[in-house]
Nanobody
Framework: QVQFVESGGGLVQPGGSLRLSCAASGSIFSPHSLGWYRQAPGKQRDLVATITNNGQPLYADSVKGRFIISRDNAKNTVYLQMSGLQPEDTAVYYC?????????WGQGTQVTVYP
């Protein structure tokens, strides 16, 4: 099992910034990736960004140039710095651990961008 502590969601105006954090613990093995997905009401859950334990990032096209993913391997913590937020970024953001052997989801944190 992998457990998560997610934080950093909230309300922000368009053009604003937020930073999400996700600390993972438990059965963590390498190689693996940690990252973020998001799900807006009535829509499917989509990739936002992930980063491998070797530091290789992957971004959705919709967030390239606005979001930056990083991690602290000593803390098994992944960060998502979000800038230039727009109403279409409004969603529940889920942390995800993915490895060859198993995958786990966090409980999610709400990000709302409103005028």
């Amino acid at each position: 099992q992998v457990q998560f502590v997610e934080s950093g969601g909230g309300l922000v105006q368009p053009g604003g910034s937020l930073r999400l954090s996700c600390a993972a613990s438990g059965s963590i093995f390498s190689p693996h990736s940690l990252g973020w997905y998001r799900q807006a009401p009535g829509k499917q859950r989509d990739l936002v960004a992930t980063i491998t334990n070797n530091g290789q990032p992957l971004y959705a096209d919709s967030v390239k140039g606005r979001f930056i993913i990083s991690r602290d391997n000593a803390k098994n913590t992944v960060y998502l710095q979000m800038s230039g937020l727009q109403p279409e970024d409004t969603a529940v953001y889920y942390c995800r651990y993915e490895s060859t052997w198993h995958n786990y989801w966090g409980q999610g944190t709400q990000v709302t961008v409103y005028p």
